[in-house]
T-cell receptor, first 114, second 119 residues
């Protein structure tokens, strides 16, 4: 079992739907990350939150909206997605103290856009 | 800009044998860190091992060791005594040389090596 929990594990949605992905960690980590991963490709960084503040937005389209309600939770709100947004969405966290601490990943949410 | 290169898209190894997965990197930074992750078909990215650029000893974690050759800019992962459960995608990643405000790090990933362990 991973220490980073992502829900749901699978999500199918239409292009007009609004849904949210949820990520939770209870390791006391202060940095949290969203990645998008297409099949057979490396993860692509989308957003980074450090101490609940958005540190990095890698020019992600506005149809993806991140939210960090508290230090343990990270959400990704989805609206009006495109078929090319179908992918595995991974959440990760790291302590936030010391740049060489590894990121700990969740199992991911497999998202399919119809 | 940093770059990670993994030249082996796929590798096969017999069970109980050792296997080396290649990773070379390109950076002008003096301080950097290298990570290896394993990703089974289930999707989770599992941290395996870390090597800092100033570490004098090669990192080891159980059956995993890192063959770090700084002058050659390579950080190859060695898996000893392969097991069927080692079949997965393996990614090499490098930390970018800046500290995010408030903490955290930004990783550059290689394209990965798909390892299959056979009986």
């Amino acid at each position: 079992d991973t220490e980073v929990t992502q829900t749901p594990k699978h999500l199918v949605m239409g292009m007009t739907n609004k849904k949210s992905l949820k990520c939770e960690q209870h390791m006391g980590h202060r940095a949290m990350y969203w990645y998008k991963q297409k099949a057979k490709k490396p993860p692509e960084l989308m957003f980074v939150y450090s101490y609940e503040k958005l540190s990095i937005n890698e020019s992600v389209p506005s149809r993806f909206s991140p939210e960090c309600p508290n230090s343990s939770l990270l959400n990704l709100h989805l609206h009006a997605l495109q078929p090319e947004d179908s992918a595995l969405y991974l959440c990760a966290s790291s302590p936030g103290q010391g740049e060489d601490q590894p990121q700990h990943f969740g199992d991911g949410t497999r998202l399919s856009i119809l | 800009a940093q770059k990670i290169t993994q030249t082996q898209p796929g590798m096969f190894v017999q069970e109980k044998e050792a296997v080396t997965l290649d990773c070379t990197y390109d950076t002008s930074d003096q301080s950097y860190g290298l990570f290896w992750y394993k990703q089974p078909s289930s999707g989770e990215m599992i941290f395996l091992i870390y090597q800092g650029s100033y570490d004098e000893q090669n990192a080891t974690e159980g059956r995993y060791s890192l063959n770090f050759q700084k002058a050659r800019k390579s950080a190859n992962l060695v898996i000893s005594a392969s097991q069927l459960g080692d079949s997965a995608m393996y990614f090499c990643a490098m930390r970018e040389d800046f500290i995010l405000t408030g903490g955290g790090n930004k990783l550059t990933f290689g394209t990965g090596t798909q390892l299959k362990v056979e009986l």
